[in-house]
């Protein structure tokens, strides 16, 4: 008697679901970061005779391999602080006899920054570079840790998800498109705006 055929259902892997929806959020705070630095960068007094030429140019030839760029940045770091940062703190919380406590990630990923930062800013100073200044070095951690904890909890979420059986990549598909949507939408209203202000003040 033949024994029914499972249907598949998304990747076969829990850990493939959790490097889906890391990559997603670090693409849509990598987003966040290019929306805020054009939003400041409309506020510095620009040199006149700029073409639109150029702009047209960029989103034709440069924005696609600026967002291939950024998706390699995105599963790089995924792989190399994320997913370990979720590891180690489950693996604490189990340890420590508290497997459903949130605030273990918090914790681990402050100390994998801090790590990541000492160890960095250390690889500088014997390269000659020099050592910089505690400010510089608290930032990048800012920086580090902004990048990793987002992820890190969403993935944690996905790993809760999929242990109770419901459909992966949905997360990560629903980050990327709310995430990616959400700040489309803001940049649109935001020209609009601009574009209102023009006319009733011109």
Not at 84 to 97: D, E, F, I, N
């Amino acid at each position: 008697m033949n024994a029914p055929i499972a249907r598949h259902q998304g990747p076969p892997w829990p850990a493939l679901s959790a490097l889906a929806v890391s990559t997603a959020t670090l693409l849509v705070e990598e987003a966040l970061a290019a929306v805020v630095l054009w939003v400041w960068g409309l506020t510095r007094p620009g040199t006149p005779g700029d073409g639109d030429e150029g702009g047209a140019a960029f989103v034709l030839f440069g924005l696609p391999l600026i967002v291939g760029a950024a998706a390699v940045v995105a599963l790089v770091v995924t792989l190399v602080l994320v997913l370990p940062t979720v590891a180690l703190a489950s693996r604490a919380a189990k340890r420590y006899g508290r497997p459903g406590a949130w605030w273990w990630l918090p914790a681990t990923a402050a100390a994998v920054s801090a790590l990541t930062v000492g160890a960095a800013g250390t690889a500088v100073a014997l390269l000659g570079g020099g050592a910089a200044a505690p400010l510089a070095y608290a930032a990048w951690w800012l920086v580090v840790l902004v990048l990793v904890l987002p992820a890190g909890l969403l993935v944690r979420r996905d790993v809760r998800r999929t242990a109770r059986g419901l459909a992966p990549v949905s997360l990560a598909r629903t980050v990327l498109l709310r995430g990616c949507g959400g700040l489309l939408a803001f940049v649109v209203t935001l020209l609009l705006s601009a574009v209102a202000a023009e006319s009733l003040l011109g």
